[in-house]
């Protein structure tokens, strides 16, 4: 891979941190950039699947520059949030849009066999949108039964937001 295509996909991602103090699981909106619903994983039977996400953590920044030290801009590309998906869960899309939870969860160094804390991914679930009204909308309806003007008072078009 060239610096160039390596620049253009990390430049798509975004870095995900905790400040001390903050609430954890922290809960994020991320972009699904692949999703495999072809693997198996045989040490897993229930697993269906891989999501990866347009986010990164302070974990996969670190990780991508050890391999960019190396020279590796293949493997520092695919460093990012990914989550394995099993039967019963949520399922989206490449390009969907998700509330993405992190905590800090637990992982071995493959090398050293050291045990340290990252922050990951935990669970996704499609977006909690509420159906909100125009602002315009609730004056308009106010305003009619005081003003006999049977359309809209201001002139402008109604309009409700999802």
Known sequence: MDKELFAKIIGKRQVV???????LPKIVRAKVTYD????????????????????MTDYHINQA???IQEGELQLAANCQCTKSVFEGEYFPTKGT?????????EITD???GEISQALMVVGVQAPQVSKTESALNKLNSLLKGVDEVENNIFGVKNTTVY
Do not use: A, C, M, W
Request: no cysteine; charged share 25%.
């Open 65 to 67: 520059h050890r391999y």
């Open 36 to 55: 495999n619903r072809d693997y198996r994983n045989p040490k897993r039977p229930t697993q269906i699947g891989i999501l990866n996400f347009n986010i």
């Open 110 to 112: 493959n090398d050293t």
């Open 17 to 23: 941190s905790v400040v001390e103090g903050e609430q």
């Open 97 to 105: 849009y998700v509330d993405v939870s992190l905590d800090y969860v």
